[in-house]
């Protein structure tokens, strides 16, 4: 079975001969444990793309405060000025292009992917030799993410609120720009699309669950349609708890997603998403027991989920990230019992 096959089995709630592997290049995990990362992820090699060696990252030396702690300034391509204060995380917006909405119109998106020509036809070609042996996701971006990018967050949530035009053309904007996207993964023949948009506190959603399904879930379905009718996995990740809208994001074409477990009970969670159909990625708790607790606790955390998702059966995969603060010992226990497992 090529690992391709494992990850389509597991999607569609198959048993795979193994459990699938997925994992994601985190600079901070890099900067912090160097080539030994490198080494421990060579013994298990991944199924959604080959093992390479990461580079490992370093700051700038003009990235410090006087003090000598890391402190930098990045503009992104869509204009937002970011602040980042630990190397190799994700910095925070502190200046937005639309803060004023009337801005919109003067506003130049980034280019978006070509869908014909010489880069087009080799992007179709690496998707071909990718899909010899591995799966091939598109990434399709996000909507509430990049407006809370482009304007500040209460701005838009309360624009949302008062259905305001500005927030309404700027969401159709984005989704436009982000069907490219869609189109390019359809016409190139991926498995499926990837789109993360995080909507959830630790406790619930960050708007309403109808204020969701009135703004943001048609917005999705319009974007998500060409991908359900090309018979396209979706993978869809949000961190936090919004368990309010899990079935609607089944409705409008969702089939996998990518949540962040301790926002839920566990047990309930995988007897939902097995009734409903959306296989899971499991990403062990980074936020607890991968960065404080004991190799043990990791070891046996990594059994439950197993046993909790019935991972045996399909429905679900291993997601593996290094995040920051994460002891070297601790992701030698998640990748030592996914070896046992496998």
């Not at 985190?26 to 900067?31: H, L, M, N, T």
């Amino acid at each position: 079975m090529t690992s391709r096959e494992r990850v389509k089995r597991a999607m569609r709630f198959m048993p795979p001969d193994k459990v699938p592997v997925q994992f994601c290049y985190a600079p901070v995990g890099y900067y912090e444990h160097g080539d030994k990362l490198n080494d421990l992820y060579a013994r298990l090699p991944g199924d959604f793309g080959p093992f390479e060696r990461a580079p490992v990252p370093a700051p700038s030396e003009n990235d410090y405060d006087p003090d000598g702690s890391f402190h930098a300034f990045r503009r992104d391509e869509w204009g937002t000025l970011r602040e980042y204060r630990i190397f190799g995380i994700a910095g925070m917006p502190v200046e937005y292009p639309l803060a004023d909405i009337g801005k919109l119109d003067a506003y130049v998106f980034p280019p978006a992917p070509a869908l014909d020509g010489p880069s087009f036809e080799n992007h179709c070609r690496k998707v071909g030799k990718h899909q010899e042996q591995y799966y091939f996701l598109q990434g399709a971006g996000s909507l509430f993410e990049r407006m809370t990018a482009l304007r500040p967050e209460a701005d838009v949530l309360c624009d949302i609120a008062l259905n305001e035009p500005g927030i309404r053309r700027l969401a159709d904007k984005i989704t436009a720009y982000n069907a490219a996207f869609v189109s390019l993964a359809v016409k190139a023949g991926a498995d499926g699309i990837s789109f993360g948009d995080d909507y959830g506190t630790e406790r619930s959603l960050v708007m309403s669950p109808a204020a969701w399904r009135a703004f943001i879930k048609p917005r999705l379905k319009k974007l998500f349609l060409p991908a359900v009718k090309a018979g396209l996995d979706i993978h869809f990740h949000s961190c936090g708890q919004i368990g309010a809208v899990l079935g609607d994001l089944k409705e409008i074409g969702v089939t996998s997603v990518w949540l962040q477990l301790p926002a839920y009970d566990m047990e309930e969670l995988a007897a939902r998403c097995r009734a409903l159909g959306l296989a899971a990625a499991i990403h062990t708790d980074r936020a607890n027991t991968m960065t404080y607790s004991t190799p043990r606790d990791v070891r046996e955390l990594v059994l439950r989920e197993y046993e909790a998702f019935r991972m045996a059966e399909g429905g679900a995969w291993f997601y593996i990230e290094a995040d920051n603060g994460f002891p070297f010992e601790n992701l030698e226990a998640l990748i030592r019992t996914i070896e046992e497992i496998r």
